[in-house]
T-cell receptor
Framework: KQEVTQIPAALSVPEGENLVLNCSFTDSAIYNLQWFRQDPGKGLTSLLLIQSSQREQTSGRLNASLDKSSGRSTLYIAASQPGDSATYLCAVYGWGKLQFGAGTQVVVTP | DADVTQTPRNRITKTGKRIMLECSQTKGHDRMYWYRQDPGLGLQLIYYSFDVKDINKGEISDGYSVSRQAQAKFSLSLESAIPNQTALYFC????????????????FGPGTRLTVL
């Protein structure tokens, strides 16, 4: 059974610092991995989708890497801003199922 | 206007009551999903539908039923609500030629917070 873990559960950083969010999964036979942002009252927003054949994806200040062999993905957010405060979830797709991690709650302080 | 809307946004009900949560989308997507989220846990898939005539159970479908009334509408029902169904419920849509849940980007509604007393 695929298990997706995100550590830490919560993180607080000062504005301007780079954010590093971790996601680990137990079964490397995945089709893709997605990172989502969750804001209270607004649902989830897809940030990046990395196919299993890819090593990374970039969008603006966001960069996500994928290492299937070690079962890890990392989301980097450069030069964090207070508007980056949210919960970030990763989800892996494999064996016909999309499995979510519990998320990392991020607070960026001015 | 939001592309994926959910009604109601908040609902408090009593054990044994029948509840319907509704989802509508204007994105023109053929695929729709229902998830629940419990505090400290990730989202879990309840049901999904790849088109109007297609309904599939997710990993936690017991106690729930769904109806795909049209391409744009997907409703989730709790036939007899129980307290452990208290959770945040999300509807999502996607549009892809790929097979399987999770192969394509999903777009989420704002969620319905359901409390069963």
């Amino acid at each position: 059974k695929q298990e997706v873990t995100q550590i830490p559960a919560a993180l607080s950083v000062p504005e301007g610092e780079n954010l590093v969010l971790n996601c680990s999964f137990t079964d490397s036979a995945i089709y893709n991995l997605q990172w989502f942002r969750q804001d209270p009252g607004k649902g989830l927003t897809s940030l990046l989708l990395i196919q299993s054949s890819q090593r990374e994806q970039t969008s603006g200040r966001l960069n996500a890497s994928l290492d299937k062999s070690s079962g890890r993905s990392t989301l980097y957010i450069a030069a964090s801003q207070p508007g980056d405060s949210a919960t970030y979830l990763c989800a892996v797709y494999g064996w016909g199922k999309l499995q979510f991690g519990a998320g990392t709650q991020v607070v960026v302080t001015p | 206007d939001a592309d994926v809307t959910q009604t109601p946004r908040n609902r408090i009900t009593k054990t044994g009551k029948r509840i319907m949560l509704e989802c509508s989308q204007t994105k023109g997507h053929d695929r729709m999903y229902w998830y629940r989220q419990d505090p400290g846990l990730g989202l879990q898939l309840i049901y999904y539908s790849f088109d109007v005539k297609d309904i599939n159970k997710g990993e936690i479908s017991d106690g729930y039923s769904v109806s795909r009334q049209a391409q744009a509408k997907f409703s989730l029902s709790l036939e007899s609500a129980i307290p452990n169904q208290t959770a945040l419920y999300f509807c999502a849509t996607s549009d892809s030629q790929n097979s399987g849940v999770g192969t394509d980007t999903q777009y989420f509604g704002p969620g319905t917070r359901l409390t069963v007393l």
